[in-house]
T-cell receptor, first 114, second 113 residues
Framework: EAQVTQNPRYLITVTGKKLTVTCSQNMNHEYMSWYRQDPGLGLRQIYYSMNVEVTDKGDVPEGYKVSRKEKRNFPLILESPSPNQTSLYFC?????????????FGSGTQLSVL | DQQVKQNSPSLSVQEGRISILNCDYTNSMFDYFLWYKKYPAEGPTFLISISSIKDKNEDGRFTVFLNKSAKHLSLHIVPSQPGDSAVYFC????????????FGAGTRLFVKA
């Protein structure tokens, strides 16, 4: 089954404790991206990648890191989480063919930073 | 500054009637507009899209209308069903060499049986 898999689904942590949210897709998509969803703000892009070893900042990249060492994986790293990073996070992927391409989303990771 | 705006946080509709979800945008560079549907505890899923060179696209019960001069699009669901109850995100996309997609804040639709 074609899918984007994120782990974990739920995560509670404390301020400053490094964490990684994993994302993997099995559709051989070139494009992968991370979004955060906050009430009243919709989905905002954190980072994206158009291919292996190519990553770029989205609209809200502060406090986050990503890497794209393999085509299928795109982990999101919070080196020193803070309470304002409490949010619902989504990973997405797409074939890189242009603006008409739809995004395929994972099921989300609900992160709480205490 | 939000480039894609969904001004109605929620909408309640009776089963069988029409649901109309609205979206406004500010950037004339957008090439495509997409609607995504999101159920609780799931990721958004693609619903329907429209190119900026068209004014209407239809897929079953779902129709999207685009008014470029007003920078406005709307999603019509006819007839509405209880299973349509979800959050609907309007998104706009443009070519950057790859592409950039910007989402609205979402509208929660309640369809009452």
């Amino acid at each position: 089954e074609a899918q984007v898999t994120q782990n974990p689904r739920y995560l509670i942590t404390v301020t400053g404790k490094k964490l990684t949210v994993t994302c993997s897709q099995n559709m051989n998509h070139e494009y992968m991206s991370w979004y955060r969803q906050d009430p009243g703000l919709g989905l905002r892009q954190i980072y994206y990648s158009m291919n292996v070893e190519v990553t770029d900042k989205g609209d809200v990249p502060e406090g986050y890191k990503v890497s794209r060492k393999e085509k299928r994986n795109f982990p999101l790293i919070l080196e020193s989480p803070s309470p304002n990073q409490t949010s619902l996070y989504f990973c997405a992927s797409s074939p890189l063919r242009g603006p008409s391409e739809k995004l395929f989303f994972g099921s989300g990771t609900q992160l709480s930073v205490l | 500054d939000q480039q894609v705006k969904q001004n109605s946080p929620s909408l309640s509709v009776q089963e069988g009637r029409i649901s109309i979800l609205n979206c406004d945008y500010t950037n004339s560079m957008f090439d495509y507009f997409l609607w995504y549907k999101k159920y609780p505890a799931e990721g958004p899923t693609f619903l329907i899209s429209i190119s900026s060179i068209k004014d209407k696209n239809e897929d079953g019960r779902f129709t999207v209308f685009l008014n470029k001069s007003a920078k406005h699009l709307s999603l019509h669901i006819v007839p509405s069903q209880p299973g349509d109850s979800a959050v609907y995100f309007c998104a706009a996309s443009y070519d950057t060499g790859g592409f950039k997609t910007i989402f609205g804040a979402g509208t929660r639709l309640f369809v009452k049986a």
